[in-house]
């Protein structure tokens, strides 16, 4: 999947992850190298500051390389497994350290890389990590071998909060040069390094999550991921300055402790209400534009509704108006063919029979044509309509149709549905009598069924007939497309048009699943009808029979 599908615009976060993974790496690499050569290279060993043990080091190594594994997600099993050891590693480092920690075991693993000399600057133990980092080890080693589970999604996402929160705390110390807790002054001190190398895992872990716990909201395109990511750098930087500046004046003596709390609690007063001001008018501007396109969108829409409308009353006018000349047409001709036939030679016969044939076609077309126009109309107020009263109703129209073909119709319980009774008597005698009409060799066996959730109900009119080919499944449903010369089936191709405008305008859909030669299926969807509301006296009915 690519990153764009994932995070949309923000195409710089699929990259977090690798690059985060990359750097703890190479911090780990760089000090495990330190500790193995004895190296003096600046910042390897630092002067009255912890230094970060091996097997950190090895720890952080072992959890980035997981880290790259997991976000390449790979097909290959090898690839995932060697992820999940890794992780594996990660986690039982830090598990093992904290049983030292509270049993006061040595299980003799903090020397098993390198020997470290008693006696090293904020170190409790020779080579032990610090009980935070051991901690952390153990939340992130868990939140590694969660990743590829969508639903721990948010398990991954507090995980990654809690671990990158104990680094900010411990970066925070170095930050104000602030002493250790009482308590902890037995233990070893995590390291600056340690630290800042726990804080960028734990961006790279909750980065991976990709589209799914905390980062749905984090990477989304909509209003609420934009101002999480305005105001989230925020508020993590603000406080962290006023801190520092506040510590700053107070060591260079410009003002008391008390004075610069007040200093320090005012300012940030001051920058969060600038910060909430500019984002309230970020969303004032985002719903602006959102009223002018919804009003837009609301004008477009009634001028698609009239414009419509004077389309289907333009049908209408335009269809019942070619009815009069036709049927003068069609009746001079009719009087020609009575009175001239035999009169003229045969090819006079056979044009006027031309003419005759030509306008009772005419006159069947504009008639459907008037009929699709009036299709999806609301007769008045939709009420419950009990489909089995409408289809049988709608037998009862094909009966002469369903005789002569020796039709078995057969039907499962049907429901109750939201939409005008006529229309969909309409719907049922348009598909039947099309299973009818292109039926196979055997006489046809017809079956009308029912599925639904409670909100919406699944029609179903299955058939043996002569079946359709998949390419033609959009085709039928368009106006006056036929499949079959008129010779072989009669008709003009409007009925299945109608149905689709029908159900179109209830909110519903229809298509079609068929085999060619091995019968057909037509599904129609339809809104279940709302359960009526209880009178006032069935409800105190029901309370008094409670109360007894």
């Given at each position: 999947m690519s990153g764009k599908g994932e995070y949309g615009h923000m195409s710089v976060f699929?990259?977090?992850?690798?690059?985060?993974?990359?750097?703890?790496?190479?911090?780990?690499?760089?000090?495990?190298?330190?500790?193995?050569?004895?190296?003096?290279?600046?910042?390897?060993?630092?002067?009255?500051m912890?230094?970060?043990?091996?097997?950190?080091?090895?720890a952080f190594i072992c959890a980035g390389t997981s880290l790259i594994l997991t976000d390449l997600r790979s097909k290959r099993k090898t690839v995932r497994i060697a992820g999940r050891l890794l992780a594996c590693v990660?986690?039982?480092?830090?598990?093992?350290?904290?049983?030292?920690?509270?049993?006061?075991?040595?299980?003799?693993?903090?020397?098993?890389?390198?020997?470290?000399?008693?006696?090293?600057?904020?170190?409790?133990?020779?080579?032990?990590?610090?009980?935070?980092?051991?901690?952390?080890?153990?939340?992130?080693?868990?939140?590694?071998?969660?990743?590829e589970f969508p639903a721990w999604g948010w398990v991954v996402s507090v995980i990654s909060f809690v671990a990158g929160s104990?680094?900010?705390?411990?970066?925070?110390?170095?930050?104000?040069?602030?002493?250790?807790?009482?308590?902890?002054?037995?233990?070893?001190?995590?390291?600056?390094?340690?630290?800042?190398?726990?804080?960028?895992?734990?961006?790279?872990?909750l980065f991976a999550l990709r589209n799914r716990g905390a980062m749905r909201l984090l990477a989304s395109r909509?209003?609420?991921?934009?101002?999480?990511?305005?105001?989230?750098?925020?508020?993590?930087?603000?406080?962290?300055?006023?801190?520092?500046?506040?510590?700053?004046?107070?060591?260079?003596?410009?003002f008391g402790d008390e004075y610069g709390v007040a200093l320090m609690v005012t300012g940030t007063i001051v920058l969060l209400i600038l910060m909430g001001w500019n984002s309230a008018a970020a969303v004032e501007r985002t719903d602006i534009s959102r009223l002018r396109a919804e009003e837009s969108l609301r004008t477009r829409a009634e001028e698609l509704a009239q414009s419509n409308e004077e389309l289907e009353q333009f049908a209408y006018v335009a269809s019942h108006d070619l009815q009069e000349p036709l049927?003068?047409?069609?009746?001079?001709?009719?009087?020609?063919?009575?009175?001239?036939?035999?009169?003229?030679?045969?090819?006079?016969?056979?044009?006027i029979a031309y003419?005759?044939?030509?306008?009772?076609?005419?006159?069947?077309?504009?008639n459907d044509l008037l009929d699709y126009s009036r299709a999806g109309r609301m007769s008045g107020e939709v009420l419950p309509t009990d489909c089995s009263a409408a289809l049988d109703q709608a037998l009862e129209n094909l009966n002469v149709s369903i005789a002569e073909s020796g039709a078995e119709i057969r039907r499962d319980p049907l429901p109750v549905v939201s939409v005008d009774e006529k229309q969909l008597v309409r719907v049922f005698q348009n598909l039947i009598g099309n299973a009818i009409k292109f039926r196979g060799p055997v006489a046809p066996r017809i079956r009308v069924l029912a599925a639904g959730d409670g909100k919406e109900w699944v029609l179903s009119v299955q058939d043996n007939g002569i079946g359709i080919e998949p390419k033609y499944f959009e085709r039928i449903f368009l106006l006056f497309q036929r499949l079959h010369r008129r010779d072989d089936y009669s008709g003009t191709g409007i009925g299945l048009a109608i149905?689709?405008?029908?159900?179109?305008?209830?909110?519903?859909?229809?298509?079609?699943?068929?085999?060619?030669?091995?019968?057909?299926?037509?599904?129609?969807?339809l809104p279940a009808a709302e359960p009526e509301p209880e009178t006032e006296t069935e409800l105190e009915r029901e309370l008094e029979t409670e109360g007894t």
């Open positions: 699929p990259r977090i992850p690798r690059i985060a993974a990359g750097l703890v790496v190479l911090v780990g690499g760089v000090v495990l190298a330190g500790w193995f050569f004895d190296l003096d290279a600046p910042g390897l060993n630092p002067v009255n912890v230094r970060m043990k091996a097997n950190a080091a090895f990660t986690a039982l480092i830090g598990i093992l350290v904290l049983f030292e920690y509270a049993t006061g075991i040595d299980l003799g693993i903090d020397q098993a890389l390198v020997h470290e000399a008693p006696g090293a600057f904020g170190t409790s133990s020779p080579g032990r990590i610090a009980p935070n980092a051991a901690f952390n080890f153990m939340l992130l080693g868990c939140a590694l071998l969660l990743l104990v680094s900010v705390l411990a970066l925070m110390a170095y930050m104000y040069n602030a002493e250790p807790l009482p308590g902890v002054l037995t233990y070893t001190t995590i390291a600056f390094y340690t630290a800042a190398a726990f804080f960028i895992l734990a961006v790279g872990v909509r209003l609420g991921g934009k101002m999480v990511r305005r105001l989230l750098p925020m508020t993590v930087l603000v406080p962290l300055a006023l801190g520092w500046l506040r510590m700053a004046g107070y060591r260079a003596g410009y049927r003068a047409i069609s009746g001079f001709t009719q009087i020609l063919a009575r009175r001239y036939r035999g009169k003229l030679d045969a090819e006079a016969d056979e044009f003419v005759v044939e030509g306008t009772l076609r005419m006159q069947t077309l504009i149905c689709k405008k029908i159900i179109e305008r209830r909110g519903g859909r229809i298509w079609v699943e068929s085999e060619f030669g091995r019968g057909t299926t037509f599904h129609f969807s």
